[in-house]
């Protein structure tokens, strides 16, 4: 573009400048000064686009877990908080689950945290793929886990939750030495007006039924207050 604009004005500029004199002079201080203005307004344009580029890999690497790819503690927490105030005026519904891995430090100590990571990081394509594509999943720290269901009442989320257990129990998790090993998480929920009338207190009492899950025998679901599947 800057070649075919410095050619149109040369060919005006030899028809409309009657001294001949001062076609080369002026053609190459024209040429030269847009050149150089061309290539500066270039660089920082790629400037400002590679800048831009680089925030936004940052901005998505401060809300997704590296390990995973899911969703970190922080998506988490600024999603939730957003939720939770909207809650308040359209009375919607809205469950959460807790999960975590049953005996998750045997696995570590048996095989290493190189294979735990891809037992994580398998674990984290399974509940993408068990779970609504609008649903929230993230990984919260270590072998936790948790599922936002959003507009889903208790019954729903149990039923989700469930599907979730199984495929995680009858999965066949490969490790990077090929070996196959299984496994089994334990499940709590809460659910926004059925176990939980006061919204702040989801993840609470989420957690509470996942402690409950655990104390009680594990690879099981367990709904804040009631248990409704026991494995």
Same mark, same amino acid.
């Given at each position: 573009?800057?070649? /075919?604009?410095?050619?149109?004005?040369?060919?005006? $500029? !030899?028809?409309?400048?009657?001294?001949?004199?001062?076609? *080369?002079?002026?053609?190459?201080?024209?040429?030269?000064?847009?050149?150089? $203005?061309?290539?500066?307004?270039?660089?920082?344009?790629? /400037?400002?686009?590679?800048?831009?580029?680089?925030?936004?890999?940052?901005?998505?690497?401060?809300?997704?877990? %590296?390990?995973? *790819?899911?969703?970190?503690?922080? #998506?988490? &927490?600024?999603?939730?908080? #957003?939720?939770?105030?909207?809650?308040?005026?359209?009375?919607?519904? !809205?469950?959460?689950?807790?999960?975590? +891995?049953? /005996?998750?430090?045997? +696995?570590?100590?048996?095989?290493?945290?190189?294979?735990?990571?891809?037992?994580?990081?398998?674990?984290?394509?399974?509940?993408?793929?068990?779970?609504?594509?609008? &649903?929230?999943?993230?990984?919260?720290? *270590?072998?936790?886990?948790?599922?936002? !269901?959003?507009?889903?009442?208790?019954?729903? $989320?149990?039923?989700?939750?469930?599907?979730?257990?199984? #495929?995680?129990?009858?999965?066949?998790?490969?490790?990077?030495?090929?070996?196959? +090993?299984?496994?089994?998480?334990?499940?709590?929920?809460?659910?926004?007006?059925?176990?939980?009338?006061?919204? $702040?207190?989801?993840?609470?009492?989420?957690?509470?039924?996942?402690?409950?899950?655990?104390?009680?025998? %594990?690879?099981?679901?367990?709904? /804040? #207050?009631?248990?409704?599947?026991?494995?």
């Amino acid at each position: 573009m800057l070649t /075919f604009s410095n050619i149109v004005f040369s060919s005006l $500029a !030899l028809v409309l400048i009657k001294d001949t004199d001062l076609h *080369g002079p002026i053609i190459v201080t024209y040429c030269a000064i847009s050149y150089i $203005a061309g290539y500066m307004s270039f660089y920082i344009v790629h /400037f400002l686009r590679s800048s831009q580029e680089m925030f936004n890999k940052y901005k998505s690497e401060s809300t997704t877990d %590296r390990l995973t *790819g899911l969703n970190n503690v922080r #998506k988490f &927490d600024e999603v939730y908080n #957003k939720l939770i105030n909207d809650l308040k005026t359209n009375n919607q519904s !809205l469950s959460l689950l807790y999960i975590d +891995i049953d /005996f998750f430090k045997k +696995i570590n100590d048996t095989y290493g945290h190189t294979e735990g990571d891809e037992v994580l990081k398998e674990l984290g394509s399974l509940l993408l793929n068990n779970t609504r594509n609008f &649903d929230l999943v993230s990984r919260n720290g *270590g072998e936790e886990f948790t599922v936002i !269901l959003l507009d889903c009442r208790l019954d729903r $989320a149990f039923e989700i939750a469930e599907q979730i257990r199984k #495929k995680i129990e009858k999965h066949n998790f490969t490790l990077n030495s090929g070996k196959e +090993i299984n496994l089994t998480i334990s499940i709590g929920i809460a659910s926004y007006q059925e176990t939980t009338e006061d919204s $702040a207190m989801l993840i609470k009492d989420a957690d509470q039924a996942l402690y409950q899950a655990k104390n009680t025998g %594990r690879n099981k679901v367990v709904a /804040f #207050k009631n248990t409704l599947s026991q494995a």
